[in-house]
């Protein structure tokens, strides 16, 4: 595995980073993509052996998404794809700026078809490989004042069913999965007193589900999963 890489795409201090910990634990080169990657220190502390790589890249951007993935090729083959980048602003459809829209889209939906697109060009020669999606409540329903964010998951959610159906007989592993619930950072610390513990998502488990599913042998891969502390209503 030492050849190997991942790439993850849609880093951040909270979930992103999580992802980049757990796959640089399991053995894997780690690029991690995002507007401002080089910006994050805490990448820096992801992996003591110096595996990750942060690559400062707009997912929306084709060019540079395949530039991002020629990039992870060239340091070795890449067996795992994760996007997990979007972007959301929380307004009424009376509200709702038809720009402010389409750029919550654009990072949401076009930009995981890019990422999985990419991944899967590479992916497809070796017959092998795992794209994972990071969904959300949104992705199965839209509430009031979420259009913004409802639209761009359902049609990831989409996205990853079509290419699961495509390539999973090529052998590519594709799954869709449905984050429900916050998940712990400092924004959402109160909410531990108010609830109790383990009353929201720890990175680090999320996590661990994504490399279990990464592992999952082929007579028995899951497409979609939700993950949901305890404490959430469904």
Same mark, same amino acid.
């Given at each position: 595995?030492?050849?190997e890489?991942?790439?993850?795409?849609?880093?951040?201090?909270?979930?992103?980073?999580?992802?980049?910990?757990?796959?640089?634990k399991e053995?894997?080169k780690?690029l991690?993509?995002?507007?401002?990657?080089?910006?994050l220190t805490?990448?820096?502390?992801?992996?003591? +052996?110096? %595996?990750v790589?942060?690559? /400062?890249?707009?997912?929306?951007?084709?060019?540079?998404?395949?530039?991002?993935?020629?990039?992870a090729?060239r340091e070795?083959?890449?067996?795992?794809?994760?996007?997990?980048?979007?972007?959301?602003?929380?307004?009424?459809?009376? +509200?709702? /700026?038809?720009?402010?829209?389409?750029?919550?889209?654009?990072?949401? *939906?076009?930009?995981?078809?890019l990422v999985?697109?990419?991944?899967?060009?590479?992916?497809a020669?070796?017959?092998?490989?795992?794209?994972?999606?990071t969904?959300?409540?949104? *992705?199965?329903?839209?509430?009031?004042g979420?259009?913004?964010?409802?639209?761009?998951?359902?049609?990831?959610?989409?996205?990853?069913?079509?290419?699961? %159906?495509?390539?999973? =007989?090529?052998?590519?592993?594709v799954a869709?999965? #449905?984050?429900?619930?916050q998940?712990?950072s400092a924004r959402?610390?109160?909410?531990?007193?108010?609830?109790? =513990? /383990? *009353?929201l998502?720890?990175?680090?488990a #999320?996590?661990?589900?994504?490399?279990?599913?990464?592992?999952?042998?082929? *007579?028995?891969?899951?497409? +979609?999963l /939700?993950?949901? =502390?305890?404490?959430?209503?469904?």
């Open positions: 595995m030492a050849d890489t991942a790439v993850v795409v849609g880093v951040g201090p909270g979930l992103g980073l999580a992802l980049v910990k757990a796959f640089a053995g894997y780690v991690a993509a995002a507007r401002k990657a080089s910006a805490e990448l820096s502390a992801a992996s003591p +052996e110096a %595996r790589t942060p690559v /400062d890249v707009d997912a929306t951007q084709p060019a540079q998404v395949d530039q991002l993935f020629a990039r090729e070795g083959p890449v067996r795992v794809a994760i996007f997990n980048a979007g972007t959301f602003q929380r307004a009424t459809v009376t +509200e709702t /700026d038809p720009e402010q829209f389409e750029r919550c889209w654009r990072v949401g *939906s076009l930009g995981g078809f999985g697109r990419a991944a899967a060009r590479l992916m020669g070796r017959g092998a490989g795992t794209i994972l999606f969904g959300a409540t949104a *992705s199965l329903r839209g509430g009031a979420f259009v913004n964010l409802a639209s761009p998951k359902f049609a990831l959610r989409a996205v990853a069913q079509s290419m699961a %159906r495509e390539l999973g =007989p090529q052998g590519i592993h869709h999965v #449905i984050i429900d619930g998940i712990r959402y610390a109160h909410l531990l007193t108010e609830r109790g =513990p /383990d *009353s998502l720890e990175p680090s #999320i996590a661990d589900t994504y490399v279990m599913l990464h592992r999952q042998h082929r *007579s028995a891969w899951t497409h +979609e /939700d993950l949901r =502390p305890w404490s959430e209503k469904f």
